[in-house]
């Protein structure tokens, strides 16, 4: 069995890796990223996202000379034309820069997606590392608090606080976060469980290490690399589930643009401006597809015997 | 909302609050509603003014239908799938099932359910655009329901089937390397039996515990899909009480979409301890 894994580790290891002298995790998982296309060429594509929903006002201001709540209504339902930069997408019923709204969005998005997967990735660990590693009563309040929220259907419970309350982007994401932390925690528990069996867990205790410096330098670092991939794959799902709860309209409300509440107006305008429809749609599905692309090519750099089981 | 145009005098919202309890402090608010739930009484709409309970019990067959279908076609194409991704493993199968359940599970739900409705609905005028029955048919297991299920039905499994296969990979992988394929396989069984009798049996076990998460895909997506289908269920009558501020329709929705989730978990868990034998239920 374990020859085995061992063997195919090697076959699947490209013969300039093997050539290759080790040089430690993160450099070794560098090394691997850099030759994985498909994986770069996606963190490309979020890079240039992330760095245009920075400059989106810069840009709305200098080159599209829209802001993204400036209505003309003349100029509602214009079809997507290349005559101005503002004209890009069309407009909508209300004669806003489709193409500026979509700016707008992913900064909405982004913001959500990234703030909410740090919110769940910080509960998620202390929780999950805490109880895996101190068991006992802890141990049982947390596995029931994630059974208890894992048996809740989430659209369900994000649509009461919506009717509620007018939920702003940072709240939101909060909210997201703190409901989406069960997977991380669940993977951060089951791994420090088998890990404070080892060795050198039981050298550190006998010479006194304290359970927190233990839990942090010792256990920590061992599980970071594959919740770094479960992060990333977070903001992917919580950028899905923003927009969801956007499109029915309990999210982040109008004026402000974001990528499920355009498609709430688009939908109303099916027949008259179809051309509303794709974009702010496409954008979820890119951004989502490449945060689970990077997330799969981290893996994969950072473990590469995952590869040959998965 | 009218209160602001009409004169309430304080007589009639003291008589309002007394009525609906709202003159109690909230812990004691909290044990009426616990009592009333007890005994199944989730009071009265405030918008439809009939029992909660009548509204929800008239829904909960709409949604199943959507459900149940969603869940047989991602077990009738999920599965093939699956074991075609582990058996070809590395090909270009493998490969495309990968891509396939990547992109299904990035695509947004509902704008897949838009997309659906825009082409084939409004401009290809191929399917209805919503509801159960065309207007003025009325028929619950016929041609025109069949033809209004294929939309929500077909976006929410999508979903699942983005699900399925990854998981089910992994296991025949699991099961394939074990002795007792090799023993099936040596004593000279037909690779099809094989697959069916040793190895798809096997595999299949762990993954009727992936039904949860695949059962709260469609709880979730059925209160997106049936407001963009416009299908009379469970979530679009969460969505209507929603926007109508019906807190006692949502309250109610809301406990009874995650008792049924539960009950579902627990035929998981009984459905698992059955394919199983080694399960023993301490």
């Known amino acids: 069995?374990?020859?085995?894994?061992?063997?195919?580790?090697?076959?699947?290891?490209?013969?300039?890796?093997?050539?290759?002298?080790?040089?430690?995790?993160?450099?070794?998982?560098?090394?691997?990223?850099?030759?994985?296309?498909?994986?770069?060429?996606?963190?490309?594509?979020?890079?240039?996202?992330?760095?245009?929903?920075?400059?989106?006002?810069?840009?709305?201001?200098?080159?599209?000379?829209?802001?993204?709540?400036?209505?003309?209504?003349?100029?509602?339902?214009?079809?997507?034309?290349?005559?101005?930069?503002?004209?890009?997408?069309?407009?909508?019923?209300?004669?806003?820069?489709?193409?500026?709204?979509?700016?707008?969005?992913?900064?909405?998005?982004?913001?959500?997606?990234?703030?909410?997967?740090?919110?769940?990735?910080?509960?998620?660990?202390?929780?999950?590392?805490?109880?895996?590693?101190?068991?006992?009563?802890?141990?049982?309040?947390?596995?029931?608090?994630?059974?208890?929220?894992?048996?809740?259907?989430?659209?369900?419970?994000?649509?009461?606080?919506?009717?509620?309350?007018?939920?702003?982007?940072?709240?939101?994401?909060?909210?997201?976060?703190?409901?989406?932390?069960l997977g991380i925690a669940n993977y951060a528990r089951g791994q420090t469980i088998s890990l404070r069996e080892r060795e050198y867990v039981l050298a550190a205790r006998t010479v006194g290490c304290a359970p927190g410096r233990l839990m942090l330098r010792h256990l920590f670092p061992n599980i970071l690399p594959l919740m770094i991939v479960l992060t990333m794959i977070e903001v992917g799902q919580l950028i899905l589930q923003e927009s969801a709860i956007s499109f029915i309209g309990f999210g982040i409300q109008p004026p402000t643009p974001s990528w499920g509440n355009m498609l709430t107006n688009a939908a109303q305008y099916l027949g008259k401006a179809p051309y509303l429809i794709y974009p702010p749609g496409i954008a979820v599905f890119v951004t989502v597809l490449c945060l689970y692309l990077v997330g799969d090519g981290l893996r994969d750099a950072l473990d590469p015997r995952l590869k040959s089981s998965r | 909302m009218l209160a602001g145009q009409y004169?309430?005098?304080?007589?009639?919202?003291?008589?309002?609050?007394?009525?609906?309890?709202?003159?109690?402090?909230?812990?004691?608010?909290?044990?009426?509603?616990?009592?009333?739930?007890?005994?199944?009484?989730?009071?009265?709409?405030?918008?439809?003014?009939?029992?909660?309970?009548?509204?929800?019990?008239?829904?909960?067959?709409?949604?199943?239908?959507?459900?149940?279908?969603?869940?047989?076609?991602?077990?009738?194409?999920?599965?093939?799938?699956?074991?075609?991704?582990?058996?070809?493993?590395?090909?270009?199968?493998d490969h495309a099932i990968r891509v396939l359940s990547v992109v299904g599970h990035a695509i947004p739900q509902f704008w897949l359910g838009l997309i659906f409705v825009l082409t084939l609905g409004v401009q290809a005028r191929f399917f209805p655009i919503g509801s159960m029955n065309a207007v003025g048919v009325d028929c619950g297991l016929?041609?025109?329901?069949?033809?209004?299920?294929?939309?929500?039905?077909?976006?929410?499994?999508?979903?699942?089937?983005?699900?399925?296969?990854?998981?089910?990979?992994?296991?025949?992988?699991?099961?394939?390397?074990?002795?007792?394929?090799?023993?099936?396989?040596?004593?000279?069984l037909r690779e099809r039996s094989v697959i069916a009798a040793h190895i798809l049996r096997n595999a299949l076990i762990p993954v009727v515990t992936l039904f949860g998460a695949i059962l709260l895909v469609f709880f979730n997506g059925s209160l997106i899909i049936e407001r963009v289908f416009n299908w009379p269920g469970l979530g679009r009558l969460t969505f209507d009480a929603a926007v109508t501020k019906d807190y006692p329709v949502v309250q109610a929705s809301f406990l009874i979409s995650s008792v049924l989730l539960i009950l579902s978990y627990l035929l998981r868990d009984i459905a698992y301890a059955w394919v199983d034998p080694r399960v023993k239920v301490r």
């Open chain 2, 7 to 93: 004169d309430v005098t304080p007589e009639d919202r003291e008589g309002l609050r007394h009525s609906l309890g709202l003159d109690q402090p909230l812990p004691l608010q909290f044990v009426a509603w616990l009592w009333q739930i007890a005994h199944l009484d989730f009071g009265k709409s405030f918008y439809f003014n009939r029992p909660v309970l009548d509204l929800i019990t008239e829904r909960i067959p709409n949604s199943l239908q959507i459900s149940m279908l969603a869940l047989l076609i991602t077990v009738l194409v999920g599965v093939p799938l699956g074991v075609v991704a582990a058996l070809r493993r590395g090909r270009i199968e």
């Open chain 2, 142 to 188: 016929c041609w025109d329901r069949f033809w209004h299920l294929v939309g929500p039905v077909t976006v929410i499994s999508i979903a699942g089937i983005a699900n399925l296969p990854r998981i089910l990979r992994t296991e025949v992988l699991e099961v394939i390397s074990q002795d007792y394929v090799r023993t099936a396989r040596s004593k000279g």
């Open chain 1, 1 to 181: 069995m374990a020859a085995d894994a061992v063997a195919a580790t090697v076959g699947s290891l490209r013969p300039a890796e093997a050539r290759r002298a080790s040089a430690g995790l993160w450099s070794d998982a560098l090394w691997r990223l850099r030759h994985d296309p498909t994986t770069l060429i996606a963190l490309a594509v979020i890079v240039a996202m992330v760095a245009v929903a920075i400059a989106a006002d810069l840009l709305a201001e200098n080159f599209f000379h829209k802001g993204f709540g400036e209505q003309s209504i003349l100029d509602n339902y214009t079809k997507p034309s290349g005559a101005q930069p503002w004209l890009w997408l069309g407009t909508d019923e209300l004669g806003r820069s489709q193409v500026v709204r979509l700016l707008y969005g992913a900064r909405v998005s982004l913001f959500i997606g990234s703030f909410g997967a740090l919110t769940a990735f910080a509960i998620g660990l202390t929780m999950g590392l805490t109880a895996g590693y101190f068991r006992g009563r802890w141990d049982d309040v947390v596995v029931w608090v994630v059974t208890t929220l894992n048996s809740i259907p989430i659209l369900y419970l994000l649509l009461i606080v919506g009717v509620l309350f007018r939920l702003q982007p940072l709240p939101f994401a909060l909210l997201l976060g703190g409901l989406g932390w």
